[in-house]
């Protein structure tokens, strides 16, 4: 069975361009998560959707956008890119919202912003 | 407000023997979940174990057991028997289940960096 896929792996963009990070959840898994994970550190919420509305928001700003798609696919955005968003995204999808539902993430997308 | 503090960043540990990895968390929730992930060095998190706030019995996973004590409000994560696979980066991480918060949202920790030596 397929986990939970994002692409692309590795990108490298340069300050100000924007951003486009995709994640299929495993298959019947209706809830999406987006982390961010700066080197050295934890992960950091940055969204979650469940049956495409979004659940929740992380201290993040405007720049950061997301959505999920009816075959509960998610894509996130990120405009106007600075250095300080290199980092690893990660996308984790569960059954449910929340509760004890167990989070089940991704490899990753790697951003490096120039 | 939510919170997970992993006090060690680093350990090693010889190979076959018993691990520790410290967690301590802070929540006024009285009802949470705490996760324990591997991160090894490709980047995946990997989930190895969960205690819910209410769970009567510590839980067990295999090699992985959580020594969960709710009034010290810490979730140890105990790996028995290192192996060489081991050795990844480790992360505590908590939900609450009530509450505004209530959204699937995990907190984590700083992680520790584990290290097992042949």
């Known amino acids: 069975d397929a986990g939970v896929t994002q692409s692309p792996t590795h990108l490298i963009k340069t300050r100000g361009q924007q951003v486009t990070l995709r994640c299929s959840p495993i298959s019947g898994h209706k809830s999406v998560s987006w982390y961010q994970q700066v080197l050295g550190q934890g992960p950091q919420f940055i969204f979650q959707?469940?049956?495409?509305?979004?659940?929740g928001r992380g201290n993040f700003p405007d720049r950061f956008s997301a959505r999920q798609f009816p075959n509960y696919s998610s894509e996130l955005n990120v405009n106007a890119l600075l250095l300080g968003d290199s980092a690893l995204y990660l996308c984790?999808?569960?059954?449910?919202?929340?509760?004890?539902?167990?989070?089940?993430f991704g490899a990753g997308s790697r951003l490096t912003v120039l | 407000a939510q919170k997970i503090t992993q006090t060690q960043p680093g350990m090693f540990v010889q190979e076959k023997e018993a691990v520790t990895l410290d967690c301590t968390y802070d929540t006024s929730d009285p009802s949470y979940g705490l996760f324990w992930y591997k991160q090894p060095s490709s980047g995946e998190m990997i989930f190895l174990i969960y205690q819910g706030s209410y769970d009567q019995q510590n839980a067990t996973e295999g090699r992985y057991s959580l020594n969960f004590q709710k009034a010290r409000k810490s979730a140890n994560l105990v790996i028995s028997a290192s192996q060489l696979g081991d050795s990844a980066m480790y992360f505590c991480a908590m939900r609450d289940f009530h509450g505004s918060s209530n959204t699937g949202k995990l907190i984590f920790g700083q992680g520790t960096t584990l290290q097992v030596k042949p």
């Open positions: 959707y469940y049956e495409k509305e979004e659940r």
């Open positions: 984790a999808s569960s059954l449910a919202g929340a509760g004890a539902n167990v989070l089940t």
